[in-house]
């Protein structure tokens, strides 16, 4: 299975934007359609917040964009606030491969 | 509202066997896959195992591959995980996702359960 690398911590200044970025080290992301990003507070359930790499589901914020380039997907969060200090994950999944996670990033807000 | 309520974790002993359960309501169930996600302690989030809308195909992680067995059924709107010859590592919250798509399998999680913990361990 490809895996998926993120920055194990970023962090930012609330109103600050930051970038989250996912590579895949083996067949990579480039491709493929499904590419999903994931919040999760601490012992909470993920949350979707993008699909199909750049979609947001209905309820997420604006602030929330996703994107993809070559062999990287990436994650930008715009106008940081306090709640978005979190866990992201990001996901991809193929038919031969299903789904593989990224090992995960941890967002400090400052 | 899509509701999503595992059950069945605990603990048990290396070598046993558990099967978790995850009851769904607020959607037509049977037109949706269903996954299982994992998550040890401290650690990131582990696909498990997906099951088509229908049951008829099945898919699993190397890791738990010929020890997990996943099914569903449909007149109860509930999927199951079972579980067997369990070790240490297989210690973790498992959580019940619903693909987002209406037909097929996409990996694509748009509603989680809370998730349950099964821990191994003698």
């Known amino acids: 299975q490809s895996a998926l690398t993120q920055p194990a911590s970023v962090s930012g200044s609330p109103g600050q934007s930051i970038t989250i970025s996912c590579t895949g080290t083996?067949?990579?992301?480039?491709?493929?359609?499904?590419v999903s990003w994931y919040q999760q507070h601490p012992g909470k359930a993920p949350k979707l917040m993008i699909y199909?790499?750049?979609n947001r589901p209905s309820g997420v914020s604006n602030r929330f964009s996703g994107s993809k380039s070559g062999n990287t997907a990436s994650l930008t969060i715009s106008g940081l606030q306090a709640e978005d200090e979190a866990d992201y994950y990001c996901?991809?999944?193929?038919?031969?491969?299903?789904?593989?996670f990224g090992g995960g990033t941890k967002l400090t807000v400052l | 509202e899509v509701q999503l309520l595992e059950s069945g974790g605990g603990l048990v002993q290396p070598g046993g066997s558990l099967r978790l359960s995850c009851a769904a309501s607020?959607?037509?169930?049977?037109?949706?896959?269903m996954s299982w996600v994992r998550q040890a302690p401290g650690k990131g989030l582990e696909w498990v195992s997906d099951?088509?809308?229908?049951?008829?195909?099945?898919y699993y992680a190397d890791s738990v591959k010929g020890r997990f067995s996943i099914s569903r059924d449909n007149s109860k709107n509930t999927v199951f995980l079972q579980m067997n010859s369990l070790r240490a590592e297989d210690t973790a919250v498992y959580f019940c996702?619903?693909?987002?798509?209406?037909?097929?399998?996409?990996?694509?999680?748009?509603?989680w359960g809370k998730g349950t913990l099964v821990t191994v361990s003698s």
């Open positions: 996702a619903k693909d987002r798509a209406i037909v097929g399998v996409t990996g694509t999680f748009d509603y």
């Open positions: 607020g959607f037509t169930f049977s037109s949706y896959a």
């Open positions: 099951i088509s809308g229908g049951g008829g195909g099945t």
């Open positions: 083996s067949s990579g992301v480039g491709g493929f359609t499904y």
């Open positions: 199909e790499v750049s």
């Open positions: 996901s991809l999944y193929t038919s031969t491969t299903s789904t593989v």
